[in-house]
């Protein structure tokens, strides 16, 4: 068995462990009882204490006693997690992990596997050491700051009307974030939250479909919440939600209210089209309409006034010559501030 098919046991074993100890948080547990009561060895114990300090939790081994925590760490366990959600479908399987490349290479691995994963199926972690962001960029992502998420879904749509979904993610996470932080949200098409202009959140959708129908999906999302400074490169362009904010935000209320906001809008999706998702975009950006900027379709650069979106998620632009574009995929690199 490879490493990598072996961590998400090891990160299930990690997760039993840490919520033994948040639940006894007043007084130090021995190794023989952890050892007991999760029926392994205690060298094993002890091997997973290692493991935990080095995922930075504070574990004070005290001689006769045991251990306990020092303090209460901030970490999306999915015993927290799911005694709390409620969705029928998104969230209800979800995959912990404390440390992955990526969360959206690891769901391809899941998709690859000899028992596909469900619709709806989370990959959530704790830190990702190679996170993607769009147009082949990395995202930084540090322990206990953000939400770095991946979900799998399958849609019965067709492959056109997928990009709605990755549009229909973002207004979910401006929901979210408006509705615990009080920020005002602004969505940059297609799907970069910002925040004073700056950049808080980022989505990268990858599909697998054939030429009338999408087979799954996968939608990664990084949500800076919790981080108090960024790296020197990005510090101009880049924020969180404590940044903007002046608070800590708990990262699980985020996340669940983020599942059950998505699910509510993907439902009403299936039921109604793309109005459903076209309509609380085009509330949500002032990207949508009257806005001068300029988009890199990775052909040519195209630089006009927005004019809402086509019924398929394209910006549509009118460019100087009065003629209007409709760009189903780019980058905008440039706009004028309102």
């Known amino acids: 068995m490879t490493p990598e098919a072996k961590q998400p046991s090891l990160d299930r074993d990690l997760d039993e462990v840490l919520f033994f100890l948040m639940q006894n948080m007043t007084v130090p547990v021995s190794g023989e009882k952890l050892a007991r009561d999760l029926g392994v060895s205690h060298s094993r114990v002890a091997r997973w204490i290692e493991k935990l300090r080095g995922e930075g939790i504070a574990i004070l081994g005290e001689p006769f006693n045991g251990f306990r925590l020092t303090r209460l760490p901030d970490i999306l366990l999915p015993q927290l997690i799911r005694e709390r959600l409620h969705t029928r479908a998104f969230g209800r399987f979800l995959h ?17 596997g000899e028992k596909p994963p469900v619709h709806g199926t989370v990959i959530v972690a704790e830190t990702q050491t190679a996170g993607r962001g769009r147009m082949g960029r ?3 992502s540090t322990p206990e700051s953000g939400v770095y998420i991946s979900m799998i879904l399958r849609p ?3 492959s056109n009307l997928a990009p709605l979904l990755t549009l229909g993610a973002a207004v979910a996470v401006h929901n979210s974030i408006e509705r615990i932080s009080g920020l ?3 969505i940059k098409w297609p799907n970069d939250l910002l925040s004073g202009g700056k950049k808080m959140c980022g989505i990268l959708s990858e599909l697998q479909a054939e030429v009338d129908r999408v087979r799954s999906m996968v939608i990664g999302i990084g949500i800076n919440v ?5 790296p020197e490169d990005i510090r101009q362009i880049a924020t969180s939600i404590r940044m903007e904010s002046g608070r ?3 990262r699980i209320e985020i996340l669940l209210d983020f599942l059950e906001e998505f699910e509510r809008m993907y439902e009403e999706f299936t039921r109604e089209g793309p109005s459903a998702i076209i309509d609380p975009w085009t509330a949500s950006s002032t990207f949508a309409h009257g806005k001068l900027l300029e988009v890199d379709d990775g052909v040519r650069r195209i630089k006009g006034v927005t004019r809402g979106l086509n019924a398929l998620g394209a910006l549509r632009i009118e460019q100087p010559d009065g003629v209007v574009e409709e760009i189903y995929s780019g980058d905008v690199i440039h706009w004028e501030s309102d």
């Open 96 to 112: 912990h992990l404390y440390r992955v490349d990526s969360t959206n290479a690891f769901a391809a691995g899941l998709l690859g």
């Open 138 to 140: 990395s995202w930084f």
């Open 156 to 158: 019965e749509i067709s």
């Open 184 to 186: 005002d949200v602004d």
């Open 226 to 230: 919790n981080h108090t400074v960024m």
């Open 248 to 250: 800590v935000h708990s």
